[in-house]
């Protein structure tokens, strides 16, 4: 049995010379048929766990502007715009200053819209969790090739609930340490989940894939002014935006696609 599947790993720390951090929904799980019923569920109250259960044309609007969202309590807001004007709009893509403008017209704090999604999704788990799995896909080939190898650990860093998280990694078959999960949990942002990453393990450089240029933004704001260890790489195949490939080419993020970081992996260098 190897140090991975023993856990020495997560509990003595990783020495090795480089860290992988993955985002979840939209690098490692395709959950967005989840994040729409989950989200219009909060938003109305209601218990909806099919698409079929849900407004003409309101699904296919909110899909188009996900990849605005960076904290999922912000959804809640996204939703709720497309709730008013999915039967006028129901092909528009915001522009980013719209999107703002949107969220920050909201009268109820991120931290209240946050717990409301966290709820929601877990009476849906509680009341169908083969439905609520089903509504999930890992991405492949990226998911096998991390399930597979043994050279270092998996370490997740995202918005969503551990929870959650957790169960779609032992469903699928991900072998994950619980405390390798960095969530946002408690309104816990990436920055501050990085921050607990570096003090507890001990690698001499780290990359984050993500699929959100504003994760990127916010963490190279954050640290890499003074802290060039951790590299940030944008994730080609995940909920991206019409535009986000071209902002992360001239803001400096190496684009990757999912071969390209199973070849990171495993430390060949992507061509």
Known sequence: MSMFQTGVFASKGYHGPKMIIFDFDG??????????????????????????????????????????????????????????????EGDRILAPDEYRRIISGSAVPLAERTRRVYESRSLFIETDPDRWYGLHQPFQPLWNVLKDQQTQPVVILTHKNRDATRRLCRYFGLDVEENNIYSGDHSVGKVENIRSIFKRFRSQLYHFIDDSIKNLHELNNAFNSKNRHLELLFASWGYKGPED?????LSGYPIFSQEETIRLLISEPPK
Not at 35 to 50: F, I, K
């Open 245 to 249: 490939e071209e902002v992360a080419r």
């Open 27 to 88: 690098v490692l799980m395709s959950s967005l048929d989840e994040v729409v019923l989950t989200v219009y569920n909060a938003a109305v109250g209601d218990l909806v766990t099919s698409a079929a259960g849900l407004p003409g044309g309101l699904g296919r609007l909110f899909r188009r502007n996900r990849f605005h969202v960076q904290q999922i309590g912000d959804g809640l807001t996204l939703m709720n715009w497309c709730i008013s004007n999915y039967q006028r």
